[in-house]
């Protein structure tokens, strides 16, 4: 199972432009496998976005939309992108000249496979 | 704004940014001795008895269980349940042990609430001396009714 996981978080950190990967616990926001990148606080990055993505669904829920399925955070220095499975948020922390488009296909892949 | 905060002057701004920031339900900071020396959310100074004796157990058992298990004591604990948790921790002001319980519901999560906690612990931290009267150490009892009566007003 947990070498499952490394994989998932292993092909997201392969594409060009991610920084950082991760798997986080939807209900408690930990770190399951992958980290946040260099220089970045995996547990705190694991919180805040666990935290954004289940907001997200809530408002979303609340609006008629249905369900999130893919959230993206624009900010200055990069994108931060999640979408989730089950149980598991995942996580990508990227550069801002990143392929959204394309890592937007591989996180929503990678949520199928787990 | 958060209402339902009664704590010692210099807990009270640290003590409400955590409510406010991690989205606990019910937080309490006390002494390792079960003395209470802030609180939100609760609304007796009986549940607050209560969850001082509780967490002060809590705390000697975990600390002699971890003594015994890997010889250093726990610093946390968490609880989680289907629809609530409860996290404590370890952190100190002005030189002298503090626990912070915390109990909160599906609106946070333990990430948040242990994020919120670090910066918790380092506000707190940075408390000089100066600024905290510590009552000296009496027994439990008259310790825990003198706290209550601070933070409730005696009861009749």
Redo the contacts between chains.
């Keep these: 199972m947990m070498q499952a996981l490394e994989t998932v978080v292993a092909r997201l950190q392969r594409q060009q432009g991610v920084v950082g990967a991760m798997l986080?616990?939807i209900?408690?926001?930990?770190v399951i496998a992958g980290d946040a990148g260099p220089g970045r606080d995996a547990?705190?990055a694991?919180?805040?976005a666990?935290?954004l993505f289940?907001r997200t669904r809530m408002a979303s829920s609340d609006a008629g939309l249905g369900d999130a399925k893919f959230v993206r955070l624009e900010a200055d220095r990069g994108h931060m992108c999640a979408t989730a499975h089950g149980d598991v948020v995942i996580v990508a922390v990227t550069a801002s000249t990143i392929n959204l488009g394309k890592l937007r296909l591989e996180m929503l892949s990678a949520a199928e496979s787990l | 704004m958060i209402a339902g905060a009664v704590s010692a002057p210099w807990l009270d701004a640290p003590l409400r940014r955590f409510v406010q920031d991690s989205r606990v339900q019910r937080a309490i900071v006390l002494h390792p001795d079960g003395k209470v020396l802030g609180q939100f959310g609760f609304n007796s100074a009986a549940e607050v008895m209560t969850a001082c004796a509780l967490a002060a157990a809590i705390n000697a058992s975990g600390r002699e269980l971890g003594r015994q298990l890997g010889g250093r004591p726990f610093l946390g604990l968490h609880q989680g349940g289907r629809k609530q948790g409860v996290f404590m921790g370890a952190c100190s002001a002005a030189g002298r042990e503090c626990l912070l319980l915390a109990a909160f519901d599906r609106d946070s999560t333990l990430g948040l609430v242990r994020l919120y906690f670090a910066e918790f612990r380092d506000s707190i931290g940075g408390v000089e001396e100066q600024g905290v009267e510590w009552e000296p150490p009496r027994d439990l009892e008259t310790d825990l009714n003198s706290s209550l009566d601070a933070l409730f007003g005696p009861i009749n």
Excluded: F, K
């Excluded at chain 1, 209900?27 to 930990?30: A, I, K, L, R």
């Design positions: 986080v616990g209900d408690d926001g930990m547990d705190t694991a919180a805040l666990a935290s289940r």
